[in-house]
């Protein structure tokens, strides 16, 4: 089906957060996507190999997701195991999805170090905030997707609705 788009996981209701929560999005977009068809699921990290529940994890050195698919930089857990192997293989099997299917339009759980779209936490686990991408979104990005987060869902139809008309 043309016009599909790439939704987290979380965002659909499904228990795969690194807590073992979802982030169940109700908006009205989504709703409708759901309704027509239109959603195809991915989880990054559970793709990747990680299980639910699993340690927190944030790019170290707030450093972003770019810099980690280019290994300059890692994706580090709480207890400081190094899982960047397993965010790569996620974003990478998330753009795999889209290219098989076509997918031009994602929108991710904003914040996550697989998700994020704008901002992901720094790698101190203090909850500190800084504008980047998570490593899904910036390989997502790189492969010419555009990536909004839940709280831009009319943006992303807006992008979606124009990438069906042509």
Request: with cysteine.
């Amino acid at each position: 089906m043309s016009g599909q788009v790439l939704v987290s996981a979380c965002l659909l209701g499904a228990a795969v957060r690194y807590n073992g929560g979802s982030a169940t999005s109700a908006h009205p977009v989504l709703a409708r996507w759901l309704e027509e068809g239109r959603v195809v699921a991915v989880c990054p990290e559970v793709e990747g190999g990680l299980g639910v529940p699993r340690p927190p994890a944030e790019i170290a050195a707030a450093a972003g997701g770019l810099r980690v698919l280019r290994g300059e930089a890692a994706v580090v857990t709480n207890q400081g195991v190094n899982v960047s192997t397993q965010f790569i293989a996620g974003a990478e099997r998330a753009v795999e999805l889209a290219r098989e299917r076509g997918i031009r339009v994602a929108v991710l759980k904003e914040g996550s170090p697989s998700c994020g779209s704008s901002w992901v936490y720094d790698g101190s686990f203090q909850g500190v905030r800084v504008p980047g991408l998570g490593v899904t979104a910036a390989a997502l990005t790189a492969a010419g997707v555009q990536v909004f987060s839940e709280s831009q869902l009319e943006q992303a139809a807006e992008a979606l609705d124009g990438s069906t008309a042509r």
